[in-house]
Each structure stands twice: as structure tokens, then as C-alpha cells.
């Protein structure tokens, strides 16, 4: 048995930008041209809406990313400048020291020479002081420069603290933050 449709049937095909839109076939599909064509227009916007949306998320994820690098980029240059101006200071404070110690050394020894010695000592030891203070403070931060001038702070103060400066000095309140300091790292090496 053959089915048979209601009514005849005709065969039309529509074509539009020289491909098939549509077939028409009478009494199963009517389709008209204005039908199609809204349909098209629908499913183009449809699809630039889709990916318009789409196309500003990647805009924006990309924009994010962007930021999120940069951000990166600029706490990574803080720290280095942070590092930088440690060094710098530290390197301030190791040339006055290695100044103190030249003009000490240009010192005649005896004791006519004892005020000018003195006066020099107390310079050397508020550079040791400001050192101290900042490592104290945790101005300076950075362990390797902290472990690199340990010896060097533990010398001056067993060396020249201890033996050169006068009694009152190393008796007195002068110097806490050295005193804090030797301390410290005297507790950390044993």
C-alpha cells in the first residue's frame, strides 16, 4: 500500500543566494519567502548576539590577564627596588665604617691622642647603631645581607666595642640597638 498525500503535491523549490532555502511542498509546509528571509535575519542576529557576547567575555578575560601580569610585574619591581635601597644603605653604612677605620689608622697611638681616637670611635659606633636599628626594626630585611654583616657586627662589638670604647659608653644606655643586635645574633649562632 503507497501512502498518498492529501491533495496534490508540488515540488518547489526556493532558492536564495543561489542555494536552497526552503522546499515547498502543497498542503505539508508552506513556507513564504518573507517567512525565510525573517527566519535568516533571526538566526543572524541570533548568532552576532551569541558570539558578540562571547567576543567581549575573551576581551575581558584577555583585559583580566593583562592586569593580573601587570600587577605581578609591579610587585616584583617593589621588591627589587625594596631590595636595592637595602643594599644601598647598607653600603652607605659599610663606607663610613671603612672611613672611620682609615682615619683611625692614620692616628698616632698614645695617649695625647685618646680625644681624637674617642671622638672617631663614637662616630664608627652610631654608624654600627643605625645599622642596628634598621635590622632591629626590620628595615632591612633581606636574611642574606642580614647573614653576610652577622660576623662583621659580632667582630666590631667583641673587637672594638668591648676594648676601645670608654667605660661610660659600654655601661651606659648609649648604643641599645647595637647592644640588641649582638645579642641576637650572638643567641643565633650558638
Same mark, same amino acid.
Given at each position: 500500500?503507497?501512502?498518498?498525500?492529501?491533495?496534490?503535491?508540488?515540488?518547489?523549490?526556493?532558492?536564495?543566494?543561489?542555494?536552497? *532555502? %526552503?522546499? &515547498?511542498?502543497?498542503?505539508? =509546509?508552506?513556507?513564504?519567502?518573507?517567512?525565510?528571509? @525573517? +527566519?535568516?535575519?533571526?538566526?543572524?542576529?541570533?548568532?552576532?548576539?551569541?558570539?558578540?557576547?562571547?567576543?567581549?567575555?575573551?576581551?575581558?578575560?584577555? *583585559? %583580566?590577564? &593583562?592586569?593580573?601580569?601587570? =600587577?605581578?610585574?609591579?610587585?616584583?619591581?617593589?621588591? @627589587? +627596588?625594596?631590595?636595592?635601597?637595602?643594599?644601598?644603605?647598607?653600603?652607605?653604612?659599610?663606607?663610613?665604617?671603612?672611613?672611620?677605620?682609615?682615619?683611625?689608622?692614620?692616628?698616632?697611638?698614645?695617649?695625647?691622642?685618646?680625644?681624637?681616637?674617642?671622638?672617631?670611635?663614637?662616630?664608627?659606633?652610631?654608624?654600627?647603631?643605625?645599622?642596628?636599628?634598621?635590622?632591629?626594626?626590620?628595615?632591612?630585611?633581606?636574611?642574606?645581607?642580614?647573614?653576610?654583616?652577622?660576623?662583621?657586627?659580632?667582630?666590631?662589638?667583641?673587637?672594638?666595642?668591648?676594648?676601645?670604647?670608654?667605660?661610660?659608653?659600654?655601661?651606659?644606655?648609649?648604643?641599645?640597638?647595637?647592644?640588641?643586635?649582638?645579642?641576637?645574633?650572638?643567641?643565633?649562632?650558638?
Amino acid at each position: 500500500m503507497e501512502f498518498e498525500f492529501p491533495g496534490p503535491v508540488v515540488d518547489v523549490v526556493v532558492v536564495k543566494w543561489s542555494r536552497p *532555502v %526552503a522546499v &515547498i511542498c502543497d498542503n505539508w =509546509l508552506r513556507l513564504d519567502e518573507s517567512y525565510v528571509m @525573517r +527566519s535568516t535575519l533571526k538566526s543572524y542576529y541570533t548568532y552576532k548576539s551569541i558570539h558578540g557576547n562571547l567576543f567581549s567575555d575573551y576581551i575581558q578575560i584577555i *583585559v %583580566a590577564a &593583562i592586569y593580573a601580569i601587570a =600587577l605581578f610585574f609591579t610587585i616584583v619591581t617593589f621588591q @627589587r +627596588s625594596k631590595r636595592i635601597d637595602q643594599i644601598a644603605s647598607l653600603g652607605d653604612v659599610m663606607n663610613e665604617l671603612r672611613d672611620v677605620d682609615r682615619e683611625l689608622a692614620k692616628i698616632s697611638s698614645g695617649p695625647q691622642y685618646d680625644e681624637v681616637r674617642s671622638q672617631w670611635f663614637s662616630r664608627m659606633f652610631n654608624s654600627l647603631e643605625w645599622l642596628s636599628f634598621m635590622i632591629n626594626e626590620k628595615i632591612m630585611t633581606d636574611k642574606k645581607l642580614v647573614e653576610f654583616i652577622k660576623p662583621m657586627i659580632i667582630r666590631y662589638y667583641d673587637d672594638t666595642f668591648l676594648k676601645s670604647a670608654a667605660v661610660i659608653e659600654r655601661d651606659s644606655d648609649n648604643y641599645p640597638q647595637f647592644k640588641k643586635l649582638y645579642q641576637a645574633l650572638k643567641s643565633k649562632s650558638k
